[in-house]
Structure formats: structure tokens, C-alpha cells
């Protein structure tokens, strides 16, 4: 356990956490779903992880077709990959 954590939850926090959490049932909800599987299943039928994968398919994740996404945006590569707008 960390220093300034009180059964694992921090003592000042940026956010005030949620009942669920306080209570423990958002982390019981992720063991069982954990267990279960239901997670692998729903990355492999849900809308966007299926267009994600067509897209990485097709080659719109590739090197030459992030570039062309770049420049069209107006941001030019660099030797270092730092360029911005221009």
C-alpha cells in the first residue's frame, strides 16, 4: 500500500470518487468481468473495434497513409518529428 492511502483509496484526490467506488462495486463489477471474459469478447464485437480493424486491414494506420493524413492537415514532417503547422 501506498503512503497516504487508506484501503487503497488516496486521502486528497483531484476528483471526489464516485458511491460505486467507495463502496467497492465498480472494482467487484471488473473481477467478474475479468473472469468471465466478457471484455476479450466485447473488443472484438463492438462497432468501433470492427472499424478499427477494417481500417488497420485497408492500411489507414500505415506510415505512408498517417504522412498523407498529416499534410493534409497542414502539418509537415520533420527530421526530428517535431514540426508544427507551417
Same mark, same amino acid.
Given at each position: 500500500m501506498r503512503w497516504g492511502t487508506i484501503y487503497g483509496? *488516496? +486521502?486528497?484526490?483531484y476528483r *471526489?470518487?464516485?458511491?460505486?467506488?467507495v +463502496? /467497492?462495486?465498480? $472494482? $467487484? &463489477?471488473r473481477q467478474v468481468r475479468r473472469s468471465l471474459g466478457i471484455s476479450?469478447?466485447? $473488443?472484438?464485437?463492438?462497432?468501433? *473495434?470492427?472499424?478499427? &480493424?477494417l481500417k488497420r486491414e485497408v492500411g489507414l494506420y500505415s506510415?505512408? $497513409?498517417r504522412v498523407i493524413r498529416q499534410t493534409s492537415? /497542414? *502539418?509537415?514532417?520533420?527530421? +526530428?518529428?517535431?514540426?508544427g503547422k507551417r
Open positions: 483509496m *488516496r +486521502l486528497f484526490r *471526489r470518487p464516485s458511491l460505486n467506488t +463502496l /467497492g462495486i465498480t $472494482a $467487484a &463489477k476479450q469478447f466485447q $473488443a472484438y464485437t463492438k462497432p468501433t *473495434r470492427i472499424r478499427q &480493424k506510415p505512408t $497513409a492537415r /497542414g *502539418r509537415f514532417p520533420t527530421f +526530428l518529428g517535431l514540426g
